[in-house]
């Protein structure tokens, strides 16, 4: 996803990288048991979600929600945390910053 702020600078966000890092509540709570769990042989019976996004719409005039090919729509990416999280070498030289605190 390219971004042009008002200021003028672009950032970047891979689209994996923002569905890895949906802020919705159930996302949050599945990286929060992944990381509890350090069993490296944890069976998941569900596909890995989808990386594509089908729609988006603005919420409000502070975010952007995402409805992903595989119909997650919970996501609410504000953009004030996508700007702080901006993925290129002069804002985050060591990468992207996490998007919201799990």
Do not use: K
Request: with cysteine.
């Amino acid at each position: 996803m390219h971004v042009v702020w008002q200021d003028g600078h672009t950032s970047q966000f891979e689209l994996i990288w923002l569905r890895a890092h949906c802020p919705c509540a159930t996302c949050r709570e599945e990286r929060r048991e992944r990381a509890s769990t350090r069993d490296p042989l944890r069976l998941v019976a569900t596909p890995p979600p989808s990386a594509e996004i089908v729609a988006a719409e603005l919420v409000g005039h502070y975010a952007i929600r995402f409805t992903w090919q595989d119909g997650h729509t919970a996501g609410i990416f504000p953009f004030e945390a996508l700007r702080s999280s901006c993925p290129c070498q002069q804002c985050n030289p060591g990468g992207p910053t996490q998007l919201v605190v799990d």
